[in-house]
T-cell receptor, first 112, second 109 residues
């Protein structure tokens, strides 16, 4: 059982480039989340999807877009990367709003 | 003031010691989560609780709803317990979690 799978694990971008972070879960969970983790800031919610077909902004959505492609997949897109988006990104899922979270292994993104 | 405060921020102990990490929160909650993150690694959910106490192996989590406080205890600590422990709360009525800053635990052999 793979759980939550994130790709890629590492990525280096130049300022202005675009990329999509992929996330898939095989636990039939309803809710999915994208977080970023920065030193001294803790985990911050970028976007979430409470259920298939819905997405909502979190605390730090600027510069990002998301797509809940189906129940399994939730992607995060950076249209024009900026150095401020250098971070570790985590995808997570939960069966319902108040359920244990399952995290992917993270994507370490560097924007130069 | 952050909605979720953890203490201590850093903790170093010797193998075998009893460890306590504290979490205080200021909002009404549906549930509280304890997470573990090893250096350079992913994040694992240890507990989700809304009342009382839960135990898993050497780990024990307690919550006092009236005092808005939770503790994570580790008995007979081991170097492999070295990690960052994160407290997070599901605010009542809200979708998102609110995270504490984490407690970095180092257990020396």
């Amino acid at each position: 059982n793979a759980g939550v799978t994130q790709t890629p694990k590492f990525q280096v971008l130049k300022t202005g480039q675009s990329m999509t972070l992929q996330c898939a879960q095989d636990m039939n969970h309803n809710s999915m989340y994208w977080y970023r983790q920065d030193p001294g800031m803790g985990l911050r919610l970028i976007y979430y999807s409470a259920s298939e077909g819905t997405t909502d902004k979190g605390e730090v959505p600027n510069g990002y877009n998301v797509s809940r492609l189906n129940k399994r997949e939730f992607s995060l897109r950076l249209e024009s990367a900026a150095p401020s988006q250098t971070s570790v990104y985590f995808c997570a899922s939960s069966e319902y709003r108040v359920s244990p979270l399952h995290f992917g292994n993270g994507t370490r993104l560097t924007v130069t | 003031k952050n909605e979720v405060e953890q203490s201590p921020q850093n903790l170093t102990a010797q193998e075998g010691e009893f460890i306590t990490i504290n979490c205080s929160y200021s909002v009404g909650i549906s549930a509280l989560h304890w997470l573990q993150q090893h250096p350079g690694g992913g994040i694992v959910s240890l507990f989700m609780l809304s009342s009382g106490k839960k135990k898993h192996g050497r780990l024990i989590a307690t919550i006092n709803i009236q005092e808005k406080h939770s503790s994570l205890h580790i008995t007979a600590s081991h170097p492999r317990d070295s990690a960052v422990y994160i407290c997070a709360v599901s605010s009542a009525g809200a979708q998102k979690l609110v995270f504490g800053q984490g407690t970095r635990l180092t257990i020396n052999p």
